[in-house]
C-alpha cells in the first residue's frame, strides 16, 4: 500500500526547485502537472497539502538554511512537515536528529521521497504531537499551521505550556529580527500579503523567533 501512495505521489508531481529554497528539490504538484488545473473530482488526494510549498513553510526552511548554528545537533521535530522542506534543510543543517511530523500519512510518505531526492535521512512520524511534552526534542518547526483562528489558539497554547517544561523563549536578538525582516521581504516576491504567510514558529530549548 505504502508503494502504491509513493508511486502516486511521483505519478502526479514535479522535481522543483522554484521556491525560496532552491538548494532543495522537492516533487510538488507545479503548472507543468495536470493536477494543477485538475478539477476537485479528479484529484485522486483528499487535501493534498504535501503537494505545495507553503509560503510559512518556506520562510522557516529559508531561516534554517541561512542560520546553521540554530539547528546544528539539535533534535527537531517538524511539525505539519507537509511536503518535508523543513525536515530536509534541518538535516542539511546537521541537526542530530530529525522527526518530520504529520497526521496525513501521505505527507510522511512525500516527506520520504522528497529526503531521498535530497540524500538526507530523516524520521517520520504520523502521531499527533499536539499537547505533547516532546522532551525527547530540543527544537520544533512549525511551518505555515497558523491558518485556521481555532487551531492556532491550540497550537499557542500547547507552545506556551511547552514553556513550563524546558522549552523557553527569550527576546530576539536584533540580528534575529533583521534575518527575519529578510526572509519576510523574500516571501513577500511569491506571497502578496503578510496575512497569506499564516505564520512560522521556532522554538528551541534556548531560543525562540517568532511571528
Ligand atoms: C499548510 S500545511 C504546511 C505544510 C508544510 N509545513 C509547509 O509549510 O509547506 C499544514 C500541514 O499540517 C498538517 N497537520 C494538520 N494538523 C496536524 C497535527 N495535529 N499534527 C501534525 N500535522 C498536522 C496537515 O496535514 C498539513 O500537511
Redesign the pocket.
Known sequence: MLKDVASLIIKHTAPSRRHLTPELVLRLVTPSCPLWTAKEDQVPFKDP??A???P???A?ARYILDNEEIIKNKRVLD?????G??SIAAAKMQAKRVVG????LY?VIATKINSQLNNVAIETSTD???GAKCEEFDTILI???F?DEE?ANILFEWLISLTASGFNRRPRSPRADKEEASAYHSVSEVSSTRREL?GKLWVHRDCAVET
Do not use: P
Not at 511539525?79 to 511536503?83: A, P, V
Open positions: 497539502f504535501w505545495f510549498y507553503w510559512g513553510g518556506q522557516t511539525i505539519g512537515c507537509g511536503c522542506a523543513g511530523n504529520d497526521i496525513d505527507a499527533n504531537f499536539i511551518g505555515d499551521m491558518y487551531f499564516h
